[in-house]
């Protein structure tokens, strides 16, 4: 049980004080020929919700509307083993071969020729691979994990630029597909939050904070990126079970049209399902704040993203 010990807390954003540019490869995703992140996820031929090319339509406005910068293939494992000449040219022309990682049959339906059409048709740029060797339930505690970890790499953007979440597709992915359609999991929500920052630069931030009980961890995760001398985002993940109370503060910049997203739920338990596919949704956080010293109140168990002007 993750709980805090009293303590008061505070952010203060640095903006003359630049970690670097945010490349926008770092919202990468990834998908691999794994049991149904390919066949039964993004290409499934003959199923209703198909094209008469085999791609699944539901799975592909999805991807389009996360705005993907860059989506790799085919591993992973997977990689260490696949020639990209058996998914080229006519399908009736490739040969089967027994997949040499996950041991199941390989068709080569989908194959590098798909692939670079699929990053075509979803507007986003292919990374191949080449190999020199060889769950319905999405709860909340995984958005959180997902969340923290895109802070580490906002803070880390002089170093990083580019990271390849896996999968996008089934396998615990962003978005669950089979015959009922799609679901968007609650860390599909997380990367459509992130998006606006790969506009700007990453920019240092002071915390203190209560940290989670038996742990040096802090309870909150904090990062930011100036995207123009009156633009700011700020991505904070509030990972203890309790409300935190938090003074911000931006020297030098007067906060006039303040605005927010969170993503919250009732329930560490909570999880998007096809009979309740809203329980985690992003919705709007209202900030009636001013100045250049405020304060805010993040509930447990969130991930909000604020925008200060």
Known sequence: ?????????????????????????????????????????????????????????????ALKDLDIPVLRWPGGNYASGYHWKWGAGPKNERIARKNPVWDEFESHHFGTTEFIEHCRRIGTEPMICVGVGSSDENPTPEELYTAGFLNIILRKAANISMADYSSVVNTRGLIYADNRGILLRSTYFVFQMYKPCTEGFSILTQIECPKLENSTALALDVAAVKVSDNKVYLFVVNR????????????????????????????????NSFENPDTINPREFEVNVSGEKFKISFPKCSLSVLLLE
């Open 1 to 61: 049980m993750i709980i805090v010990v009293e303590q008061e807390s505070s952010i203060q954003i640095n903006l003359s004080e630049s970690i670097g540019k945010v490349n926008p490869f770092v919202l990468g995703q990834f998908i691999e020929h794994f049991p149904r992140q390919i066949y039964g996820g993004i290409y499934e031929e003959g199923s209703p919700h198909s094209d008469s090319d085999g791609y699944r339509l539901d799975v592909e406005k």
């Open 240 to 271: 203890a079970l309790e409300d935190l109370n938090c003074q911000i503060t931006v020297p030098d910049f007067n906060v006039k049209y303040p605005s927010g997203n969170i993503l919250t739920a009732e329930s560490l338990k909570s999880y």
